[in-house]
């Protein structure tokens, strides 16, 4: 086989060299163009960090518990005639809540009434048998000493003296006897008049009052059982509650203004508690998980010992609850207020990212740059954070778009739209 070797015409040559150079030229233009591209400003919002007054505090999680609760139990026994309450019903203290029937209690204050009478009229006997009697040995006395001048002058025998001595002293010993049955008649009219006493109590206790002011429950016995002092009421509560037929209770009565919010904070800040305490009384705010506004109270017990189980030490806090708006039983968050840091500086708790390093921020330079900055947070405040380190008040913070930011490139500030600002005329 044989290779015919060409020789290239200076036409072509020309060409190819033609080509090359638009592509040497084309490849420098594109490498200029990318090397002068600027990245375009970043969207952010801001907003400027302030100074003010906040708390430090301990969140925790609570149980509210009523103030008072009394279990209405019977001190007599009887059969209920009447109740005169509705269930979960607001009660004051000394409303009338049961009616035991009366009639049989009645009738021992009768008959214990007619024993300090029939005591009375004994005394009186006796006291009219000791006038009589006294009178007698009066007479008596008087007739001894004329008989003793009678046997000293011969008139009389020894014997009628002696008679009459000895009738004297016998009259003397029944004034003795009239004067023991008085005082037995008077401790009579006492014993007797403690069990009229007595039987008025019992009698009052057929009528069951509220202890307390609070709220009523549901009721546990209705008309016509028979109820028993430490017995079963046998009511309507042995339906609705497991442990009601084995109880004597009536009615369950919770005082729940103030109310009582139970909770526990770990041992390593009862040292600030304490601290705090000394100072003053501590604050405290509780709100239920779908409340916005909390309810202030104050701390007003610290358990003496911390739970070995738990490490944990139970506090409490009372609160108002004229409106009834917290309920026992209820899982609340509580803010406990330590003290009070003065002028803070707090930013948007959108603000802070972050990163490796740590939490930061983008600080808005007055030329429009951003600037990175690392920060140390402390506790929030609502929609603010503290900032403890690294921000000053009045900077501008980026607190939305920081996806789109980067360290010293440049942003655009986003003013917030004004609301109907792009809706027209209304005409």
Not at 103 to 122: G, H, I, M
Not at 164 to 191: F, G, P, Y
């Amino acid at each position: 086989m044989r290779f015919h070797h060409r020789r290239c015409s200076p036409f072509e040559i020309l060409a190819c060299l033609a080509g090359l150079t638009a592509v040497f030229f084309t490849g420098c233009t594109n490498k200029a163009a990318q090397q002068g591209f600027d990245r375009p400003p970043a969207p952010v919002s801001v907003a400027a960090a302030i100074t003010q007054d906040v708390p430090t505090y301990l969140d925790a999680i609570g149980k509210t518990v009523a103030r008072e609760v009394v279990s209405i139990q019977p001190q007599v026994s009887g059969r209920i005639v009447k109740i005169h309450f509705t269930d979960g019903a607001n009660v004051k203290k000394g409303d009338v809540l049961f009616t035991i029937d009366t009639r049989p209690l009645e009738a021992n204050l009768r008959q214990a009434q007619a024993n300090v009478s029939k005591d009375l009229a004994l005394k009186k006997q006796a006291e009219a048998n000791l006038a009589r009697d006294v009178a007698q040995a009066r007479y008596g006395e008087i007739e001894a000493k004329r008989y003793r001048t009678l046997v000293e002058q011969g008139v009389v025998s020894r014997e009628q003296y002696d008679q009459t001595q000895s009738n004297a002293e016998s009259l003397k010993a029944t004034v003795e006897a009239d004067r023991a049955a008085i005082h037995s008649a008077e401790e009579s009219i006492k014993v007797d008049t403690a069990t009229v006493d007595s039987a008025k109590v019992e009698l009052s206790y057929c009528y069951i009052r509220s202890p307390i002011d609070g709220r009523a429950g549901q009721r546990l016995a209705d008309i016509g059982n028979v109820v028993n002092p430490g017995g079963s009421s046998g009511g309507a509560g042995s339906s609705t509650s497991g442990t009601a037929g084995n109880s004597n209770s009536l009615l369950v009565i919770e005082r729940i203004d103030p109310i009582y919010a139970d909770f526990t904070i770990p041992q390593d800040n009862l040292a600030r508690v304490q601290e705090q305490m000394r100072e003053g009384t501590l604050k405290t705010e509780v709100r239920l998980p779908d409340w916005t506004d909390p309810v202030a109270g104050q701390l007003t017990f610290l358990d003496n010992a911390v739970q070995n189980a738990t490490g944990t030490i139970n506090l409490r806090a009372t609160i108002p609850n004229t409106d009834h708006r917290l309920w026992p039983g209820r899982f609340v968050n509580i803010r406990l207020v330590l003290s009070t840091i003065h002028g803070a500086v707090l930013v948007p708790a959108t603000a802070p990212q972050m990163s490796a390093k740590g939490s930061f921020v983008y600080i808005v330079k007055q030329d429009s740059s951003a600037e990175q900055r690392q920060v140390s947070l402390g506790q929030r405040q609502g929609d603010l954070i503290v900032v403890e380190k690294g921000v000053e008040p009045g900077e501008r913070v980026v607190t939305n778009g920081q996806i789109g930011v980067t360290p010293g490139g440049k942003v655009r500030v986003e003013e917030p739209r004004q609301p109907g600002a792009n809706g027209g005329t209304g005409q």
